[in-house]
């Protein structure tokens, strides 16, 4: 049966009238909305700091060291380590240098274990750098012997070998084994990551460290083995930045 125009509609005897909302808050929601927010992912840029003091350590290290060798009296570049600035009344720069790069490679360190979360490498990456500054802060807190006529008054030829010396080069060994076997992880593991340039360059930087200190050429030791550390440092400056920007 139709019903007039403007007419109710009669409801049967103890049906219940449909309650209308009566403003926006009361009407029906087919999806509720959640307010809680999800919660973003562990940030990196903790590690920012960290991988800017891998970035500076080798720079510095190196412009120390030559400042030292063109103003201390006695110095001769081309013939005597740079250890050798160790000695005498100021070398407590060359000692402090030292340390200070070391402990900014164990700031690198620190960072890469928060960069490097999963990977080939990304544990023993950060451990190997981290060596190879406490071996250059063993090397600066315990300085080489005298020799090679440095610092004045030293013996002209190869020094003789102390306690200290020795724990000297032991931590020059440390820093060499752990640069050697840090820059195979990393060509490793750029290689399992599918970065060839990278893991090309960190296959280069020991063979050309070796082809320098191979030269057999005795009386350009001392320039050479800072060209080899100025490769190890070039190394360790570029990965810093890579992964600073990544």
């Known amino acids: 049966m139709r019903t007039a125009p403007g007419a109710t509609t009669a409801l049967p005897p103890g049906a219940v009238t449909p309650r209308m909302p009566r403003n926006r808050k009361e009407a029906p929601m087919s999806h509720p909305i959640s307010s809680a927010v999800p919660a973003a992912p562990a940030a990196n840029g903790t590690a920012a700091p960290s991988l800017t003091c891998g970035i500076v350590a080798g720079p510095l290290f190196l412009a120390v060291w030559l400042a030292q060798a063109l103003t201390r009296d006695g ?45 080939r490498g990304h544990r023993w990456a950060p451990i190997l750098v981290g060596f190879h500054g406490v071996g250059l802060i063993v090397a600066g807190v315990f300085p080489t012997d005298p020799g090679a006529g ?30 050697f076997s840090a820059a195979v992880v990393f060509a490793r593991r750029f290689s399992a990551l599918g970065e060839k340039a ?49």
């Open 198 to 246: 990278w893991a090309r360059l960190c296959a280069a930087a020991p063979v050309a460290v070796l082809l320098v200190l191979a030269v057999p050429h005795m009386d350009s030791l001392s320039p050479r083995i800072v060209l080899a550390t100025a490769i190890e440092f070039a190394l360790l400056t570029a990965l810093a930045r890579h992964h600073a920007r990544r």
């Open 75 to 119: 110095y001769d570049l081309t013939r005597h380590p740079l250890s050798l600035l160790s000695l005498g009344d100021l070398g407590w720069i060359q000692i402090a240098n030292f340390v200070l790069c070391g402990s900014l490679f164990l700031a690198l360190s620190a960072g890469l274990r928060r960069r490097l979360e999963t990977g």
């Open 150 to 179: 440095f610092p004045e008054g030293a013996p002209a030829g190869a020094p003789v070998m102390s306690w200290h010396g020795m724990v000297h080069e032991f931590g020059f060994l440390i820093a060499q084994v752990a640069w």
